[in-house]
């Protein structure tokens, strides 16, 4: 039998998807446990939610290292004590380098509000609306040592209507942000996720890879 996956969080801010995260391990839905929170930031709303839910909650400031490799060793360390077999990166504002990287191989995943490869970076909702794109969107993808350049897992476009502006947009894409993240995360968990080069082939449960199709393409226009 399977072991229940551990998942470690690593959040700088409010947490909405670490949120969407904790609801579905509650309901069952996640096929895994989160084992720790983990923040940069001392005052993140995201370590408030974990405590909420039961989740143990740290504060890891990169201040207190002499070094950002010294920092994520710490970093390993708090993680691999607590048996976390997946790290998912929810707003955590630092890049991560190959000090954290290696001891992770295949095993850190990221969501980014928008339809990489296009508009990586921060504030990528605003950068899409700008530029005028017609549709925006959120991927979820394994993390390398780029800026939003690992493989792609799952995507989910985002019409961009005529009235939108740069903030309704940011809150329509991260309504679909909180769907992707856990299905992406149960999809790790239940063994269904398989890297080839930069391609995640995804072995989907019978029939769930066209009911989702359908819920995406059903989306607001």
Same mark, same amino acid.
């Given at each position: 039998? +399977?072991?229940?996956?551990?998942?470690?969080?690593?959040?700088?801010?409010?947490?909405?998807?670490?949120?969407?995260?904790?609801?579905?391990?509650?309901?069952?839905?996640?096929?895994? &446990?989160?084992?720790?929170?983990?923040?940069? +930031?001392?005052?993140?709303?995201?370590?408030? +939610?974990?405590?909420?839910a039961g989740v143990e909650a740290l504060h890891l400031g990169p201040g207190a290292y002499p070094s950002?490799?010294?920092?994520?060793?710490?970093?390993?360390?708090?993680?691999?004590?607590?048996?976390?077999?997946?790290?998912?990166?929810?707003?955590?504002?630092?890049?991560?380098?190959?000090?954290?990287?290696?001891?992770?191989?295949?095993?850190?995943?990221?969501?980014?509000?928008?339809?990489?490869?296009?508009?990586?970076?921060?504030?990528?909702?605003?950068?899409?609306? &700008?530029?005028?794109?017609?549709?925006?969107?959120?991927?979820?993808?394994?993390?390398?040592?780029?800026?939003?350049?690992?493989?792609?897992?799952?995507?989910?476009?985002?019409?961009?209507? &005529?009235?939108?502006?740069?903030?309704?947009?940011?809150?329509?894409?991260? &309504?679909?942000?909180?769907?992707?993240?856990p299905l992406s995360i149960r999809l790790f968990a239940e063994g269904r996720l398989r890297l080839e080069?930069?391609?995640?082939?995804?072995?989907?449960?019978?029939?769930?890879? +066209?009911?989702?199709?359908?819920?995406?393409?059903?989306?607001?226009?």
């Amino acid at each position: 039998m +399977r072991s229940v996956l551990r998942v470690g969080v690593l959040a700088s801010g409010r947490g909405t998807n670490l949120q969407a995260i904790l609801d579905a391990a509650a309901s069952g839905s996640l096929g895994a &446990e989160v084992a720790v929170v983990v923040s940069n +930031r001392r005052g993140a709303q995201a370590l408030d +939610r974990a405590r909420a839910a039961g989740v143990e909650a740290l504060h890891l400031g990169p201040g207190a290292y002499p070094s950002r490799e010294d920092y994520e060793r710490a970093l390993v360390g708090v993680l691999r004590a607590r048996g976390v077999g997946l790290v998912a990166l929810a707003g955590f504002m630092l890049i991560l380098g190959p000090t954290f990287l290696d001891a992770f191989p295949g095993r850190v995943m990221n969501i980014h509000p928008a339809l990489l490869p296009a508009f990586p970076g921060v504030e990528a909702q605003k950068q899409a609306w &700008e530029y005028g794109v017609k549709v925006a969107g959120c991927t979820v993808h394994f993390v390398d040592e780029g800026t939003d350049t690992g493989p792609v897992i799952l995507q989910a476009a985002v019409p961009v209507l &005529e009235a939108d502006t740069a903030e309704t947009l940011a809150a329509r894409i991260l &309504e679909q942000e909180h769907r992707l993240y856990p299905l992406s995360i149960r999809l790790f968990a239940e063994g269904r996720l398989r890297l080839e080069g930069r391609r995640v082939r995804i072995d989907w449960p019978p029939g769930e890879e +066209r009911s989702v199709a359908a819920a995406w393409s059903g989306l607001r226009c």
